[in-house]
């Protein structure tokens, strides 16, 4: 959390985009695949989306779910990741972590940090 702040989330209308933001730091960007996750009540953690990093390119990943309507990037020279989300349903409604993965040769799936959360409340 002391190197990773969401920011962006809020509500929004069926169908509508929102952009969520991740401030992060060179370090953490430096060391660590980034992406992010989302949690709702009563359900385990999904991941959304997370940029796999092999040698000279970032390479996105998304979650069925999301695949198509979700884009992530990143600007590394301001050490910042975003998502933008698109034709938002209720379903997308959850808590979204900006998240550090532990880099290996099998890819990033371990989680190693996470930030504070922003909520996402999508209505109908």
């Known amino acids: 959390q002391v190197q990773l702040v969401e920011s962006g989330g809020g509500s929004v209308q069926s169908g509508g985009p929102l952009r969520l933001t991740c401030a992060s730091t060179?370090?953490?960007?430096?060391?660590?695949?980034m992406g992010w996750f989302r949690q709702v009540p009563g359900k385990k953690r999904e991941e959304v989306a997370r940029?796999?990093?092999?040698?000279?390119?970032?390479?996105?990943i998304y979650s069925d779910s999301v695949k198509g309507r979700f884009t992530i990037s990143q600007d590394n020279t301001k050490n910042t990741l975003y998502l933008q989300m698109t034709n938002l349903t209720p379903e997308d409604t959850a808590m979204y972590y900006c998240?550090?993965?532990?880099?290996?040769?099998?890819?990033?799936?371990?989680?190693?940090?996470w930030g504070q959360g922003t909520l996402v409340v999508v209505s109908s």
């Open positions: 998240g550090a993965y532990l880099p290996s040769e099998a890819g990033c799936d371990a989680l190693h940090e």
């Open positions: 940029l796999e990093y092999f040698g000279r390119t970032y390479d996105p």
């Open positions: 060179e370090a953490t960007f430096r060391a660590y695949c």
